[in-house]
């Protein structure tokens, strides 16, 4: 194996580290995070997170905007926006149904983005079994109702819209700067929704610590990781590894909230994340033939 190889694979290696450490993250967080849900309001947790979380990251990266042109703005306006809509679905969904579940419908919304956009035999093939995969996750008896299968689905929705607000961000600035003011963003939008639950923070000091240990942990380290990651891994491959999101809420809502997991939900999650793995490699791998 020549020098360059190695320092490809190297990369490669340490890219999928990253970007599998970051889901890990964001996806403990959220189950840390259930239990502020009686305390404040599903709403009001994510509100503080992206407030806590965009103190810190700025502290940290004190990004320099001042020659920023209109599309840097723009990119960080539409990120921060997405990822609000998403987390702000995300926590709805959480505190209604499994994590595991959650997660699963949640990322129909940027594998539907991809399945679509090539309609293909195989692609609609594997559309269909991510529906199965769905059918056996969302059977009656299983945990789910319609209500948090909708906040799923609108997380799913933000989730799409991220990918693309993501990439975007990612091409306009270097560093942590845009991830800064993205969240930056995402913590005014959702501002008025952590005022209401500020006194109850004060008497309950428990709570905020609980808050402060996830933002840093969901939106400095694991939003920071993922963007390593990213920018160390072909499309390809990062698309796969996303794809094993939903296995690992299922593994991290059993470890942690003792969620149940049965016969139903392997099988089921087993179709979504075949779908998921082979639709985003077929996608990206064809996205990069045409790009040569």
């Not at 209500?147 to 990612?170: H, M, N």
């Amino acid at each position: 194996m020549s020098p360059v190889d190695k320092r490809v694979g190297a990369r490669t290696l340490s890219g999928a580290g990253f970007l599998l450490l970051g889901a890990t993250l964001i996806q403990w967080t959220a189950a840390i995070v259930i239990r502020v849900f009686p305390v404040i309001s599903p709403s009001a947790t994510s509100a503080w997170r992206f407030l806590l979380g965009a103190l810190v990251l700025l502290a940290l990266t004190r990004p320099n905007v001042r020659h920023w042109a209109r599309r840097q703005w723009l990119g960080a306006l539409a990120l921060g926006a997405t990822v609000a809509l998403m987390n702000q679905c995300f926590y709805q969904a959480i505190a209604r149904i499994p994590l595991g579940g959650a997660v699963a419908i949640e990322y129909l919304g940027p594998f539907c983005v991809a399945a679509l956009g090539k309609r293909s035999p195989r692609h609609l093939a594997l559309v269909g079994l991510a529906g199965v995969g769905v059918v056996a996750l969302t059977r009656p008896g299983n945990g789910l109702n319609l209500t948090g299968i909708l906040f799923a689905a609108g997380a799913g929705v933000g989730w799409a819209a991220y990918i693309f607000a993501s990439r975007r961000v990612g091409g306009a600035t270097t560093g942590f700067g845009g991830l800064a003011v993205s969240m930056s963003v995402a913590a005014i939008l959702t501002l008025p929704l952590s005022i209401g639950a500020t006194t109850r923070l004060v008497h309950h000091p428990f709570v905020f610590g609980r808050l402060s240990i996830v933002a840093v942990m969901a939106i400095v380290l694991g939003f920071g990781a993922e963007l390593q990651g990213l920018r160390r891994l072909k499309p390809s491959i990062a698309g796969v590894l996303m794809a094993c999101d939903p296995a690992l809420a299922f593994f991290i809502g059993w470890l942690l909230l003792h969620q149940s997991v049965r016969g139903w939900d392997v099988v089921g999650l087993s179709c979504v994340v075949l779908a998921g793995a082979g639709v985003m490699y077929n996608s990206t791998v064809s996205e990069s033939e045409l790009a040569q």
